[in-house]
T-cell receptor, first 110, second 113 residues
Framework: SQQGEEDPQALSIQEGENATMNCSYK?????LQWYRQNSGRGLVHLIL?????REKHSGRLRVTLDTSKKSSSLLITASRAADTASYFC??????????FGTGTRLTIIP | NAGVTQTPKFQVLKTGQSMTLQCAQD?????MYWYRQDPGMGLRLIYY???????DKGEVPNGYNVSRLNKREFSLRLESAAPSQTSVYFC????????????FGPGTRLLVL
């Protein structure tokens, strides 16, 4: 399967701490995206990083991509209660669609 | 802009019944997708439509059919529902090509008894 895999499956941290989650994939990609899903809602796009980029920032989010290791990480700094959600990576293998991972469930403890 | 809308929000079916899930987008996107989400499985692609007039199978198409009615609307039909189709179904759309950012609807929760 080409599906990306997030690690860890679940993560609980104190409010204000940083949260890091990782995504690994198996074949070369055009781009990798991260999405957030709040409980009972649809997915919301967070950030897209292309295969020729190594790092990208958006507000409190920082994404890195290491194509040699076929992995990406999402860092959320200064976490807030509202960051509690599931986070998914999605990879574009150039076949007209995205392949989603199984997600990391992040819980921020107030 | 409403973005991507889905109807119904929740549905209970008996085994063997049929139903159609509706999806519409108002962003003038070319590509549309149907996913199902099951606990611990992430999102799995059922069918997609890269452009108006075309549809293709995804990872888990068995038991489903789709219709790209026009550029705005993409429906998913269950001809004879089975308990294994109990899931949350999401519709999504993207602008011009499959690897772009996708915009998701709020989902339809389907329970098949």
């Amino acid at each position: 399967s080409q599906q990306g895999e997030e690690d860890p499956q679940a993560l609980s941290i104190q409010e204000g701490e940083n949260a890091t989650m990782n995504c690994s994939y198996k074949t070369s990609i055009n781009n990798l995206q991260w999405y957030r899903q709040n409980s009972g809602r649809g997915l919301v796009h967070l950030i897209l990083i292309r295969s020729n980029e190594r790092e990208k920032h958006s507000g409190r989010l920082r994404v890195t991509l290491d194509t040699s290791k076929k992995s990406s990480s999402l860092l959320i700094t200064a976490s807030r209660a509202a960051d509690t959600a599931s986070y998914f990576c999605a990879t574009d293998f150039g076949n007209e669609k995205l392949t989603f991972g199984t997600g990391t469930r992040l819980t921020i403890i107030p | 802009n409403a973005g991507v809308t889905q109807t119904p929000k929740f549905q209970v079916l008996k085994t063997g019944q049929s139903m159609t899930l509706q999806c519409a987008q108002d962003m003038n996107h070319n590509s549309m997708y149907w996913y199902r989400q099951d606990p611990g499985m992430g999102l799995r692609l059922i069918y997609y439509s890269a452009s108006e007039g075309t549809t293709d199978k995804g990872e888990v198409p068995n038991g489903y059919n789709v219709s790209r009615l026009n550029k705005r609307e993409f429906s998913l039909r269950l001809e004879s529902a089975a308990p294994s189709q109990t899931s949350v179904y999401f519709c999504a759309s993207s602008g011009n090509w499959g690897g772009e950012t996708q915009y998701f609807g709020p989902g339809t929760r389907l329970l098949v008894l």
